[in-house]
């Protein structure tokens, strides 16, 4: 199976510090994708980066990839209440239609 | 606005029973695509379509199927074949060509009586 795995698979941390999640994948991509999901809604696309860029930033949220460990991390820095949120890594294999292949979240809750 | 519209919210479905979950996109994409989601879990794809009367099976199609008779509508049918159809389910689309991400309506809860 070409399923990514979340890590952690669930993250708790007080408002204003920084939270990282990370995500590795097991066959070469064309991009990576996060997302974000709020409980009972559907997906929001957060980020997406390139298989030949290792680092892309928007507002508070920086994503690194690392395609020679397979490994992609997502960082919120200074988080707040409304970041509580399931985040998941999706990767597109090929170019074209696509079909991503989604990594199972980590569900973060942002303590005030 | 532009965006992709689910409905219903929440379906229950008897034993036996076919049931079509609706998605409509105006946001002139080609493709569009069937999640399933189970608690805790991340999406599995069920079927997507790039163009109009085209479409490809996921990696969990069995008991379910599509149609794309336009561009802005990709109903999925939970038929009575799917033993198991208790699950969360997100259709989202998607312009084809180059790195595109994807957008997502709010999902139908799907529930056995």
């Known amino acids: 199976s070409q399923q990514g795995e979340e890590d952690p698979q669930a993250l708790s941390i007080q408002e204003g510090e920084n939270a990282t999640m990370n995500c590795s994948y097991k066959t070469s991509i064309n991009n990576l994708q996060w997302y974000r999901q709020n409980s009972g809604r559907g997906l929001v696309h957060l980020i997406l980066i390139r298989s030949n860029e290792r680092e892309k930033h928007s507002g508070r949220l920086r994503v690194t990839l690392d395609t020679s460990k397979k490994s992609s991390s997502l960082l919120i820095t200074a988080s707040r209440a409304a970041d509580t949120a399931s985040y998941f890594c999706?990767?597109?294999?090929?170019?074209?239609?696509?079909?991503?292949?989604f990594g199972q979240g980590t569900r973060l809750t942002i303590n005030p | 606005d532009g965006g992709i519209t689910q409905s219903p919210k929440y379906l229950f479905r008897k034993e036996g029973q076919n049931v079509t979950l609706s998605c409509e996109q105006n946001l002139n994409h080609d493709a569009m695509y069937w999640y399933r989601q189970d608690p805790g879990q991340g999406l599995r794809l069920i079927y997507y379509?790039?163009?109009?009367?085209?479409?490809q099976k996921g990696d969990i199609a069995e008991g379910y199927s599509v149609s794309r008779e336009k561009k802005e509508s990709f109903p999925l049918t939970v038929t009575s074949a799917q033993k198991n159809p208790t699950a969360f389910y997100l259709c989202?689309?998607?312009?084809?060509?180059?790195?595109?991400?994807?957008?997502f309506g709010d999902g139908t809860r799907l529930s056995i009586l």
């Open positions: 379509s790039q163009i109009v009367n085209d479409f």
């Open positions: 989202a689309s998607s312009i084809v060509q180059g790195d595109q991400p994807q957008h």
């Open positions: 999706a990767t597109a294999h090929h170019q074209g239609a696509q079909k991503l292949v």
